[in-house]
């Protein structure tokens, strides 16, 4: 059963100012998606768009935003295979288990200038 839908679209030069605020990525960013994402050379500031939308539109899933949630708690990373994942944990995970969702679909996108990123939360039941 479908619980939430979020969708959420970042400009990629959001990300290219916030490179030159000491301390803001680090914020916002777990220490493990943010190292992956500045390997990532010029397509770093994409990545790190997307990303940062996926966790907005985590938060729209949940129906509540991300009110009371650590950013870092939502982490984005790559299977093998490239598909993108969410882990979270914290206040996160606390936030995904209250909303009775089990299961986080994410997929993003990024062209140029945007990124856009969709969130599903589902459950069994």
């Given amino acids: 059963m479908i619980k939430g839908i979020g969708i959420d679209i970042v400009h990629v030069h959001r990300m290219k100012k916030w490179q030159e605020i000491p301390g803001i ?49 939502i982490m984005l990373k790559n299977k093998h295979n490239g598909q993108p994942e969410i882990l979270v944990s914290g206040t996160a995970l606390s936030a ?6 089990e299961k986080i679909h994410v997929s993003l996108s990024h062209e140029r200038d945007n990124a856009i990123a969709m969130v599903v939360l589902e459950s069994e039941l």
């Fill in 25 to 73: 990525l680090e914020r916002f960013f777990h220490a493990e998606e943010l190292s992956a994402a500045l390997k990532k050379g010029n397509s770093a500031d994409q990545s790190l768009a997307a990303r940062f939308a996926a966790k907005e539109a985590f938060g729209k899933a949940l129906g509540t935003g991300l009110e009371g949630i650590v950013l870092k708690d």
């Fill in 96 to 101: 995904l288990e209250n909303c009775g969702a």
